[in-house]
């Protein structure tokens, strides 16, 4: 028997534009206040969406913290970059390039997810799995991991919740109207989300920027405070 599909939950314009009336209420500041968009506009989804990120690892040369990049690779703001193996002519920070691209639907428990292809330099590819529905961005790894929410609604400052993988993790909305530059441009409006945990005596902190109609645009990946890992938007396809 062929496997039940629901259809992709995502808001309608009624409800998105109720979405953003409950988060920014009743006198709050009218034309000051920063526009508010439903999750989805912060990633979209469509089979043939790609985007290209150049990565920094500034690990590169340390094996210790590399092994750590290794075994936490798959937490980085649902992006599945690896250690980069592609040193500079300085033999400075590894450089390499990552693609994510949306590669079709796939039904994982009766429910139907976009399959997201990552192809980076020097790395086998990795599949992850994105859906929206009415509480916002949900991730997961592999089709067997346990999905969680990269963004969720109400989008707002503070709005904090926690990632199914580890109850102690904490994933935070910290701003909904930044300025990023990147080698794609100067991008306004964007939200960023952190998240933050242990791993046994490893701090982690993941900062996530998502521009509006575009998607994830700048991620930084700490170690125990120090810098590990960033990524940068360098081209995109985003259509629909």
């Keep these: 028997m062929a496997a ?30 920063p526009p508010v968009r439903p999750a989805l506009e912060y990633f979209p989804l469509a089979q043939g969406n790609w985007w ?42 590894g450089v390499s390039i990552l693609t994510v691209s949306i590669s079709g639907i796939r039904v994982i428990n009766e429910t139907a997810w976009y399959e997201a292809v990552t192809v980076q330099t020097g790395l086998d590819t990795e599949t992850a799995y994105f859906r929206h529905d ?5 991730f997961r790894a592999t089709a067997d991991d346990d999905p969680y929410y990269r963004i969720r609604q109400p989008i707002e400052t503070g709005n904090m919740w ?38 046994d005596t490893v701090s982690y902190r993941g900062v996530g920027w998502f521009a509006p109609k575009i998607g994830l645009v700048r991620t930084e990946d700490y170690f125990d405070g120090e810098l590990a890992v960033k990524s940068e938007l360098t081209e ?5």
Excluded at 56 to 71: L, Q, S
Excluded at 169 to 185: F, H, K, N, R, S
């Design 162 to 199: 926690h990632p199914s993988f580890d109850e102690s993790w904490q994933i935070q909305i910290m701003a909904v109207d930044e300025t990023v530059e990147t080698p794609a441009g100067t991008l306004s409006g964007c939200l960023r989300v952190e998240e933050s945990g242990m791993w």
């Design 236 to 240: 995109y396809h985003v259509g629909g």
């Design 4 to 33: 039940k599909v629901e259809p992709m939950r995502v808001l309608s314009p009624v409800l998105a534009l109720a979405s953003v009336l409950a988060v920014i209420g009743v006198g709050c500041g009218g034309s000051d206040a």
């Design 134 to 138: 009415s509480d916002g961005l949900l």
């Design 52 to 93: 290209r990120y150049e990565v920094t690892d500034y690990t590169v040369t340390e094996a210790a913290k590399v092994a750590v990049m290794r075994a936490h690779r798959r937490l980085m703001m649902g992006m599945l970059y690896g250690p980069a193996r592609v040193r500079t002519a300085q033999e400075g920070p």
